[in-house]
């Protein structure tokens, strides 16, 4: 079992729709959970940090994290084409190693 | 956020030379580097981490006399391909932690190896 597993998509949402990404991870004790985006032939940016269950809103993003269910999304609302990215989950394990998932492929579609 | 970068941002080599890619933490001071390689629609592998001052903990199948890394300082870590050959070929990306728990990336180095 991967320590972070997401959904490799491709997921494509109209313009101004919502656009949820699932992430799940497998160590339990886990405390610190991140989201990033990378856009094609560009590195990682991060996008949004959460450390406590339920919902962190920024701008358009919302993070929400079950640490019971050990499952983190993101929500994007009104999705732009430019926010067509490829979104990837990092999660900060118990021996302070960071584990990223293969990451979800997002095309918004104007 | 804190801000990383990465010199050179591309390089073109012949197979059989090395090539050094440096990483930075501009504002923070990094007490863990990560190097990462990332091909062509493929996901990120980390490669190994560094801590300021010691030896580089490799990921398996990673040769570490391959990917020599360097982090001297608290702003600086190094990763040396040596003998690069054209499977070397690359996107690579390093990261930067500092105090806060956040990882920061830098830009990436395109290494194309002919």
């Known amino acids: 079992q991967k320590e972070v597993e997401q959904n490799s998509g491709p997921l494509s949402v109209p313009e101004g729709a919502i656009a949820s990404l699932n992430c799940t991870y497998s160590d339990r004790g886990s405390q610190s959970f991140f989201w990033y985006r990378q856009y094609s032939g560009k590195s990682p940016e991060l996008i949004m940090s959460i450390y406590s269950n339920g919902d962190k809103e920024d701008g358009r993003f919302t993070a929400q994290l079950n640490k019971a269910s050990q499952y983190v999304s993101l929500l994007i609302r009104d999705s732009q084409p430019s926010d067509s990215a490829t979104y990837l989950c990092a999660v900060k394990g118990t021996g302070n190693q960071f584990y990223f998932g293969t990451g979800t492929s997002l095309t918004v579609i104007p | 956020g804190a801000v990383v970068s990465q010199h050179p941002s591309r390089v073109i080599c012949k197979s059989g030379t090395s090539v050094k890619i440096e990483c930075r933490s501009l504002d923070f001071q990094a007490t863990t580097m990560f190097w990462y390689r990332q091909f062509p629609k493929q996901s990120l592998m980390l490669m190994a981490t560094?801590?300021?001052?010691?030896?580089?903990?490799?990921e398996q199948g990673v040769e570490k006399d391959k990917f020599l890394i360097n982090h001297a300082s608290l702003t600086l870590s190094t990763l040396t391909v040596t003998s690069a050959h054209p499977e070397d070929s690359s996107f690579y990306i390093c990261?930067?932690?500092?105090?806060?728990?956040?990882?920061?990336f830098g830009p990436g180095t395109r290494l194309l190896v002919l």
């Open positions: 560094s801590n300021e001052g010691s030896k580089a903990t490799y």
């Open positions: 990261s930067a932690r500092g105090g806060m728990e956040t990882q920061y």
